[in-house]
Structures are given as structure tokens and as C-alpha cells.
């Protein structure tokens, strides 16, 4: 079976595992902290530093790995991404101290001196201002990076931020984005095992899986009873995936049931828009699955 090397801790373990659980591949362990454990039955799951994946995975000691792509751009091993899992997103960002005067990229070492930039990333931050042509030191730390620039350790920073809350909290003025990222599920470029056919179709199977399950969030499966005279209306009001299933009902009357695929922000206006053309008996439920 495949072997997936997941996140061990924090709120990226915390969304993989309640993603492979509404896939059907629950996580089954030993103990909280077993570092091995069955996913449904199906595969064989290691739980490892999420930093730390990108190289497991590369170097064949795991055939897919869950991971940030802001991590996978960092180890600097080349990976292949199957499915964006649409959690862990953030921005990489460049940041400096209100008071700096730094406004822009263009006035980092305009007086011809090199910045100090700290950061956990210090891959990633070379090669962004090396592309710029912005003349910076890299100095690595292994977390906290906003507190730098008021020790005097580094003149900007360059850290990750989902709202932006924490560097304003820490006097700190965004100046641009380095890369988004998100979790992602990665193999080897030549995918598992070396693109073993069995492996390759495990592998297919299991991206099927999470994407239906990817697929199904904001979305919500309605069915109603609708005038037959206002099909054509309805039509309108319910897209759905490929316009809405119209089902006989037994009486053969003026009515007939329709059912749709709608998204969860509109559905409060969709169910209005189906009362105003006679709609009744109108059902809304959660979808566990969208297999297109």
C-alpha cells in the first residue's frame, strides 16, 4: 500500500486528518502519538514534521506527503502537486517597521547598503530579492521572525500571515507578497514508486477521494416540488452541475420534483427565487461527496 507521510502537529495535521476522515480513510493509531498508523485500511500513513515532508517524499521514504507548498519551495526539491487541498492558506510576505521609511521593494537598499532581512525561509527570500536585484543579508531564524527589527537583528523581515493581524500588532507595514500557499498533496516527479502502474492508480484513486470530498464543501444538494408550467424558470434559478434532475411525481400533476447541486452562499436567495414560482416541500441537505 502507499505510504503518506502526514503533518504531526498543529492546525495542518489538524485539517489533513479531518479531510482523510470524511474521505472514508480514517486515521487509526495505536496512540496520539504513534508515529505510524492505517488510513481505512487502504494506506499506511507516517506522521513527520510538516517541514520535513518534502525531503521524505523526494527521497522515496514516502510515496505522497501533505504538506505547505511555501515548505516544498523552501527544501527545494522538486515535487509534483496533484491537488490543491484548499486549507493552510497564507501569504509569504516582506515586511518592514512603520517607522523604516520602507515603502516599496525599490527602497530596500537604495542607499547602496545590503537590508538585513530575517526569516525562516531563507531560500526562498534569496532567491525573491536576487530576482529583484536588491542587495540583502539573510539572517535565518527558526520562528518569531516579526520581533527582529524592533532587536535591531534585521532591518525587514520576510514571514507568512493569513490576516496580516499579527505584523500590524508588531508594528509591522506589509511591502509585498513573496508566494501564496496552501497544503498540498505532492509526490516524487515521477510520481510513486518510481510510476509503479499499481502505485499510480492508488494514488489516482486516493486524489479522487480527497478532491470529492474538496468538491463537496459550500455545496449542498436541494430538492422541491415545482410547478411544470414554470420549468423553464426553474431552469434558471437551478443551474446545478449540469441543470437540475426533473423526476415525475406519482400523481402525474401539475407538479414535478426537481433536484440540483447549488452552492451554500446562494442558497438562502435560491430558495426564495423557487417559493416566488410556487415552489413547496423544498429540502436542503449537506453533501459528503461530489464525484463529477
Known amino acids: 500500500m502507499l505510504r503518506i507521510a502526514l503533518p504531526n502537529k498543529g492546525r495542518l495535521s489538524e485539517d489533513t486528518r479531518e479531510l482523510f476522515n470524511d474521505a472514508g480513510l480514517e486515521v487509526r493509531s495505536s496512540g496520539e502519538r504513534a508515529l505510524t498508523a492505517s488510513l481505512g485500511g487502504e494506506f499506511e500513513a507516517i506522521f513527520v514534521r510538516a517541514q520535513d515532508i518534502p525531503e521524505f517524499v523526494a527521497d522515496g521514504a514516502a510515496d505522497v506527503g501533505v504538506t505547505g507548498m511555501d515548505l516544498v519551495n523552501e527544501s527545494g526539491r522538486e515535487l509534483r502537486s496533484h491537488l490543491d487541498l484548499g486549507f493552510g492558506r497564507c501569504r509569504l510576505v516582506v515586511a518592514a517597521k512603520d517607522d523604516s521609511g520602507i515603502r516599496s521593494i525599490e527602497d530596500i537598499g ?34 518569531a521572525a516579526e520581533i527582529a527589527p ?34 498540498h498533496l505532492v509526490t516524487a516527479m515521477n510520481g510513486p514508486r518510481n510510476g509503479d502502474p499499481s502505485r499510480v492508480q492508488e494514488l489516482n484513486d486516493l486524489v479522487t477521494a480527497l478532491g470529492s ?76 461527496r461530489l464525484v463529477p
Open 213 to 288: 470530498v474538496i468538491r463537496a464543501r459550500g455545496q449542498r444538494y436541494l430538492m422541491a416540488n415545482v410547478p411544470r408550467a414554470a420549468l423553464d424558470e426553474v431552469r434558471a434559478v437551478l443551474p446545478g452541475l449540469n441543470g437540475p434532475t426533473v423526476i415525475e411525481i406519482a400523481d402525474h400533476g401539475k407538479y414535478v420534483a426537481v433536484h440540483a447541486v447549488v452552492s451554500a452562499d446562494t442558497i438562502y436567495r435560491t430558495i426564495s427565487q423557487l417559493r416566488a414560482l410556487g415552489g413547496e416541500g423544498i429540502l436542503v441537505t449537506r453533501i459528503e
Open 110 to 143: 537604495a542607499d547602496g547598503k545590503a537590508a538585513r532581512v530575517a526569516t525562516v525561509f531563507p531560500r526562498i527570500t534569496r532567491t525573491f530579492f536576487e530576482s529583484r536585484g536588491r542587495p540583502v543579508e539573510v539572517v535565518p531564524v527558526s520562528g
Open 150 to 183: 524592533h532587536l535591531g537583528i534585521a532591518d525587514i523581515v520576510v514571514d507568512l500571515t493569513s490576516t496580516g493581524s499579527t505584523l500590524k500588532m508588531n508594528g509591522l507595514r506589509e511591502i509585498e507578497t513573496v508566494m501564496k500557499s496552501s497544503a
